[in-house]
């Protein structure tokens, strides 16, 4: 079996295991330190106490008070530094998991969450916590122990007994409680995702009444979340306290124990008081393991679900760079499946679309044409076949670099949190003239200049403030940004008013006279007016592409057998299939 590669995660805490190291030098002395108190009562009941020396005394806690001082400092050292690493990490994968997440968003539409930053998060304050601090100070029990042996050997077995007892508690809290957190964790994801799908539709929800059959929904899960949540707690809580007061039965009976070495004249009694201090010492990391156990189990939970992410969703690799793109679109053998969908939606489809051609897509409803316009973009991989870009695959490019190239206006029109400039220029460096262009050509300008701020106007996700028909002329304006070569519309004029329209076919013979390869998806003939080619979809199949009136006079004759010249049906379709959501009779 191969050995297993790290992941990009693993690798980031790779990173940080030079400072892990300090860390771990800062316990070392700290851990040293902490016998401070009990050689200073080994000292005072030993010495001080048997010869009256007051200055012995006085010079003996002045040392202590300056080795505790130091050990405060260490400690302080100690967490600024956890909390470094922390942040540290936080920078070296946040990133990383960020395209993670917005990967895995375009593989699975509709199932992405900002899980994963949460689960960063619980990372980051886990390992500035201070329930790390119990797994570096526990490498020292067993010093402890020997101290406690060389003392005597009843006090080692004593200690060794007490903090093997502790221990098997901390085994039984983690079977008692592993699975009910792993279920109330898996829970509570849902309940968060399930929420967030119903915060996006609050509208349809309100209106029409749903918010307490939804809400019923989410109360279900958020309830076993908590069921399990409360189980795990109490069976933690339980252990931990349970722990607690074992710890402190064992320090109370170690001094029962040096008193009984005491009267054999086995120890003397500072000793038995430095034994209790020092065997205190060696159970807190154990007592502080369990109680930190809920915290450690969410922290591996949350590092799994992460290294998972990062395995499951590959980092992009860089490609050479391609010059920049003219326009030419060829699709060969296209085969495509939406994410998590059994069969393919688009099915072998061959043809090639020269620079500065407009090709309307049109065919009845599921007939693929949607699917075909992210295949165009690159947004889905095909599953065989390619779509091609000037010759070269879309695979091939690399996404920043071609991004500027293309301009895309789906159908839910999304807008960011910013201004309308912003969106316009799609979050990059704001080119004033090429925003006030784009927008002139999509026929929003003057209503940008009417808003109270004009194209500094704030705007949100939601874009409350805007009406659908205005949030799809912006859209429209941000597709056009930049002038790029290959522009696909899916239903661009599905929201507009007259003017609206009006202002979308002069933006469209605009980008003829610019020769703008222009893919539109439409159910409306007044989009398709000046269009070169019209492609017709049904059944994820071509079923004609030619010019314009071409195909229009065919579907418009009940002959399913037609065809366009040189572009043969790959399979007969009916008049009715053919014309469906076209807008021909």
């Given at each position: 079996m191969p050995p297993r590669t790290q992941s990009d995660f693993q690798h980031a805490l790779r990173r940080c295991r030079p400072a892990l190291l300090w860390v771990a030098g800062f316990s070392l002395f700290i851990n040293l330190l902490m016998l401070t108190p009990a050689l200073y009562m080994l000292q005072v009941y030993d010495r001080v106490i048997t010869s009256g020396s007051k200055e012995t005394l006085l010079m003996l806690t002045l040392v202590a008070i300056f080795l505790l001082a130091v050990m405060v400092g260490l400690e302080l050292v100690r967490s600024r530094l956890l909390v470094r690493v922390g942040n540290h990490l936080d920078t070296l994968v946040s990133g990383r998991l960020y395209r993670a997440m917005f990967s895995r968003g375009l593989a699975s539409p509709g199932e992405g969450s900002g899980q994963p930053l949460d689960d960063l998060r619980t990372v980051r304050q886990f390992i500035s916590g201070n329930g790390l601090f119990a797994f570096f100070d526990a490498p020292w029990v067993p010093i402890y122990l020997i101290i406690l042996f060389v003392f005597n050997v009843w006090f080692g077995v004593f200690a060794t007994g007490a903090g093997l007892l502790l221990l098997g508690l901390a085994i039984v809290n983690e079977k008692a409680s592993q699975r009910l957190l792993a279920e109330a964790g898996h829970e509570h994801i849902q309940a968060q995702a399930q929420l967030g799908s119903n915060l996006r539709n609050a509208e349809v929800l309100h209106a029409m009444g749903m918010l307490p059959a939804i809400m019923q929904r989410w109360e279900v899960r958020h309830v076993k979340a908590l069921i399990r949540q409360s189980q795990a707690s109490d069976r933690s809580s339980g252990l931990s306290?349970?722990?607690?007061?074992?710890?402190?039965?064992?320090?109370?009976?170690?001094?029962?124990?040096?008193?009984?070495?005491?009267?054999?004249?086995?120890?003397?009694?500072?000793?038995?008081?430095?034994?209790?201090?020092?065997?205190?010492?060696?159970?807190?990391?154990?007592?502080?393991?369990?109680?930190?156990?809920?915290?450690?189990?969410?922290?591996?939970?949350?590092?799994?679900?992460?290294?998972?992410?990062?395995?499951?969703?590959?980092?992009?690799?860089?490609?050479?760079?391609?010059?920049?793109?003219?326009?030419?679109?060829?699709?060969?053998?296209?085969?495509?499946?939406?994410?998590?969908?059994?069969?393919?939606?688009?099915?072998?489809?061959?043809?090639?679309?020269?620079?500065?051609?407009?090709?309307?897509?049109?065919?009845?409803?599921?007939?693929?044409?949607?699917?075909?316009?992210?295949?165009?973009?690159?947004?889905?991989?095909?599953?065989?076949?390619?779509?091609?870009?000037?010759?070269?695959?879309?695979?091939?490019?690399?996404?920043?670099?071609?991004?500027?190239?293309?301009?895309?206006?789906?159908?839910?029109?999304?807008?960011?949190?910013?201004?309308?400039?912003?969106?316009?220029?799609?979050?990059?460096?704001?080119?004033?003239?090429?925003?006030?262009?784009?927008?002139?050509?999509?026929?929003?300008?003057?209503?940008?200049?009417?808003?109270?701020?004009?194209?500094?106007?704030?705007?949100?996700?939601?874009?409350?403030?805007?009406?659908?028909?205005?949030?799809?002329?912006?859209?429209?304006?941000?597709?056009?940004?930049?002038?790029?070569?290959?522009?696909?519309?899916?239903?661009?004029?599905?929201?507009?008013?007259?003017?609206?329209?009006?202002?979308?076919?002069?933006?469209?013979?605009?980008?003829?006279?610019?020769?703008?390869?222009?893919?539109?998806?439409?159910?409306?003939?007044?989009?398709?007016?000046?269009?070169?080619?019209?492609?017709v979809l049904n059944d994820g199949r071509l079923r004609l592409l030619g010019a314009r009136d071409e195909v229009l006079a065919r579907i418009a004759v009940p002959r399913s057998s037609q065809t366009v010249p040189g572009k043969p049906s790959r399979s007969r379709a009916s008049h009715a299939e053919l014309t469906a959501g076209v807008g021909v009779s």
């Open positions: 306290n349970l722990s607690k007061g074992l710890r402190i039965l064992a320090q109370s009976l170690i001094l029962g124990l040096g008193a009984l070495l005491v009267l054999e004249a086995s120890i003397t009694p500072g000793m038995m008081i430095a034994a209790s201090i020092i065997m205190g010492r060696a159970l807190a990391p154990i007592d502080q393991m369990i109680g930190s156990w809920k915290s450690f189990v969410g922290c591996r939970d949350a590092y799994q679900r992460l290294d998972a992410l990062c395995r499951d969703v590959a980092v992009e690799t860089r490609r050479l760079s391609l010059p920049p793109p003219k326009g030419e679109v060829a699709a060969e053998s296209l085969t495509l499946a939406p994410p998590g969908a059994a069969k393919p939606v688009l099915h072998e489809l061959d043809f090639h679309i020269a620079c500065g051609e407009h090709v309307g897509i049109i065919g009845p409803s599921a007939a693929g044409k949607t699917t075909l316009a992210r295949a165009l973009l690159g947004v889905w991989v095909p599953e065989s076949g390619a779509v091609r870009l000037d010759g070269a695959d879309l695979r091939h490019w690399n996404r920043d670099e071609l991004g500027p190239h293309i301009g895309y206006l789906p159908q839910d029109i999304e807008l960011f949190d910013g201004t309308i400039s912003q969106n316009i220029a799609r979050f990059g460096e704001v080119d004033d003239a090429q925003v006030v262009t784009a927008a002139k050509k999509a026929g929003v300008h003057e209503m940008i200049l009417r808003m109270p701020e004009g194209y500094e106007t704030p705007i949100g996700a939601a874009s409350g403030a805007l009406s659908r028909g205005q949030r799809q002329r912006i859209g429209l304006a941000r597709a056009l940004y930049g002038r790029p070569v290959l522009i696909v519309l899916d239903e661009p004029n599905a929201n507009l008013d007259d003017a609206g329209e009006r202002a979308l076919a002069e933006a469209l013979r605009q980008l003829k006279a610019e020769g703008t390869t222009l893919f539109v998806i439409s159910h409306r003939r007044s989009v398709l007016a000046d269009v070169d080619k019209l492609m």
